[in-house]
T-cell receptor, first 114, second 115 residues
């Protein structure tokens, strides 16, 4: 398996624009997580899904952020409108926590909002 | 709310030294604890995972221990090498309810091993 695949790897956008980050989890994994990493706050969980259903979105900073998982092999994190303070590295992770309780992370998307 | 603290924040050692990284957490109701390595500009690589019922796990020169009752874990690196230089992150997976599967991360320890 190629692991968790995220795209794009880097994104530079202007303030106010819509940004969509994409994630393909490892096949067969039933949990999917979106994390954000900044120097100030470290790694923070934004939202996670179990069997494509959002379980906990309490970490989503505000209504400008939304996440979807239309099927077991794809998820998106959308920011609309983007702001400079959204600049961070966004990681997607997946896992099967009952059978093999380990989280596998993608390489991340580095987002810069100017 | 689970809080994870890692000490020290940064560590610089000469090659060959044995070293210990510390992680503490406030809520002992954890499902497991995972140690990750992150290289600059890269993603996270899982090093070791310890189930709540386990005391330690070993992989090569790495040994991680878990004392759930006291809310502590240590990562021991034997005979450190320059290639071990990276940020090491500790993360706990809380048990039960909507917390199940969520990882709470510490701020990490930046390790530099110089030749």
């Amino acid at each position: 398996d190629a692991g968790v695949i995220q795209s794009p790897r880097h994104e530079v956008t202007e303030m106010g624009q819509e940004v969509t980050l994409r994630c393909k989890p490892i096949s067969g994994h039933d949990y999917l997580f979106w994390y954000r990493q900044t120097m100030m706050r470290g790694l923070e969980l934004l939202i996670y899904f179990n069997n494509n259903v959002p379980i906990d979105d309490s970490g989503m900073p505000e209504d400008r952020f939304s996440a979807k998982m239309p099927n077991a092999s794809f998820s998106t994190l959308k920011i609309q409108p983007s702001e400079p303070r959204d600049s961070a590295v966004y990681f997607c992770a997946s896992g099967i926590f009952r059978d093999f309780p380990e989280a596998f992370f993608g390489q991340g998307t580095r987002l810069t909002v100017v | 709310k689970q809080e994870v603290t890692q000490i020290p924040a940064a560590l610089s050692v000469p090659e060959g030294e044995n070293l210990v990284l510390n992680c503490s957490f406030t809520d002992s109701a954890i499902y497991n604890l995972q140690w990750f390595r992150q290289d600059p500009g890269k993603g996270l690589t899982s090093l070791l995972l310890i189930q709540s019922s386990q005391r330690e796990q070993t992989s090569g020169r790495l040994n991680a221990s878990l004392d759930k009752s006291s809310g502590r874990s240590t990562l021991y690196i034997a005979a450190s090498q320059p290639g071990d230089s990276a940020t090491y992150l500790c993360a706990v997976n809380n048990a039960g309810g909507t917390s199940y599967g969520k990882l709470t991360f510490g701020q990490g320890t930046i390790l530099t091993v110089h030749p």
